[in-house]
């Protein structure tokens, strides 16, 4: 009897080594579905920025693929819809942070490498047997710092993240929840007892970042009169600025020029705080250098200034009358450290900031929108990255995820 001749079946073998993550590098590996990226034997197609070693976004940042196999026990299998592009992102790829994230290769790189991003909104894709706080189609955030969030998906314990209610919001405005609104929450609330019916006063530095936006706009809701100071801009583009803050809920905005001038204490902010009886008991500083000094300067006696970051790179210095005439106390505080440390909290802090962007409450912050889909190149992520040193934006930057 004649023999029939079989269709051929190519198969695609993989060759991996997988570890706890639940990663795994393919050879050949094909997605039949684009929209998940999902191959043949279940596993699910990612890709990740990441880096080998220190320095500038656009000498060490590369674009790298993998796999990530189906979540088993406590695992969750995470797609992230969107991921901001923070500085203490940037300064943890330069090697100048405080706290650098390990370099592994978990991902299977070639090199120990690690990925960038602290905060991010992740939808949950698949679960383990065993995990029972989320389902799939949730949305969660990172419970604790440096997650490593500039990836199309990951896979960790269900005790790493924090399950928000979606309902009513955007992914980037819960993907930037957990930072700088937290962090000007709590420099308003952990420093000093603010006085409504006293007329107390807080000034802040930088007044037109992230947290500066969210301090303005706290500020007005909990009563507290606000001075907010920015950089000089040109021409309208400084005026347009002034006004926009002002509209958020600043009391008074003025530019560090004006705050430098040696008539701005003495006369200008004795006439706003009703001739130096409404108090000036709280200063936020993310500048440092001069500005710094000049805004410790119209701190009332017994006040406090709390730093957050040092935009200038330059050091605070202090004249010894300020500590010894005024007793003014200098604080820090580093979200990162509060948010790992409180959990609980954070998650309460959360939900209430998500509750007031829900009643049109709080106002998001500029950002600008950079597209990640499956087919856009490496090159074009790390140089939007780069594109973060350079000069004055008109938003932060924050990854949104489409076909991935």
Sequence with gaps: ?????????????????????????????????????????????????????????????????????????????????????NPADINQIQGTYA??????????????????????????????????????????????????????????????????????????????????PVTAWRMLRGFENLDTERGDWMVQNGANSGVGRAAIQLAKKW?????????????????????????????????????????????????????????????LNCVGGKPATAMAKILSPGGTMVTYGAMSKKPLEMPAGMLIFKDLSFRGFWVSRWSDANPVEKKSVVDELLDMMRRGEFRDAPVQRVPWEWETKGEALVAEVQGTLEGFRKGKGVFVFGET
Excluded at 119 to 138: H, I, M, R, W, Y
Excluded at 225 to 247: F, I, M, Y
Aim: net charge positive; glycine share 8%; hydrophobic share 30%.
């Design 99 to 180: 706290s650098l994230p390990p370099f592994a290769q978990t991902l299977g790189t070639s090199s120990p490498s690690a990925v960038p991003g602290n905060e991010a909104c992740f939808e949950v894709l698949s679960t383990g047997s065993t995990a029972k706080s989320v389902q799939k189609g949730d949305w969660v955030i990172a419970r604790y710092t440096g997650l490593g969030t500039w990836r199309t998906y990951l896979q960790i314990p269900e005790d790493k993240v924090l399950k928000i209610d979606k309902e009513g919001l955007k992914p980037e405005q819960a993907a930037t929840v957990a930072v700088n």
């Design 1 to 85: 009897m004649p023999s029939r001749k079989l269709p051929i079946v190519r198969a695609t073998r993989i060759i991996s080594t997988q570890g706890t993550s639940g990663c795994l590098q393919t050879s050949r590996s094909r997605p039949l579905d684009r929209r998940r990226q999902i191959s043949t034997y279940g596993y699910t197609q990612a890709k990740a920025l990441v880096y080998s070693k220190h320095g500038d976004p656009q000498d060490v940042l590369s674009l790298h693929t993998h796999s990530i196999s189906p979540p088993h026990s406590n695992l969750l299998t995470l797609r992230t819809l969107a991921c901001p592009l």
């Design 223 to 283: 009563g507290y009169k606000n001075l907010a100071v920015v950089r000089d801009r040109p021409g309208t583009e400084g005026e347009s600025l002034k006004q926009e803050l002002l509209d958020l809920g600043a009391t008074k905005v003025v530019t560090e020029e004006t705050l430098l001038s040696r008539a701005f204490a003495h006369e200008q902010m004795k006439e706003w705080t009703n001739g130096g009886r409404e108090k000036v008991r709280l200063g």
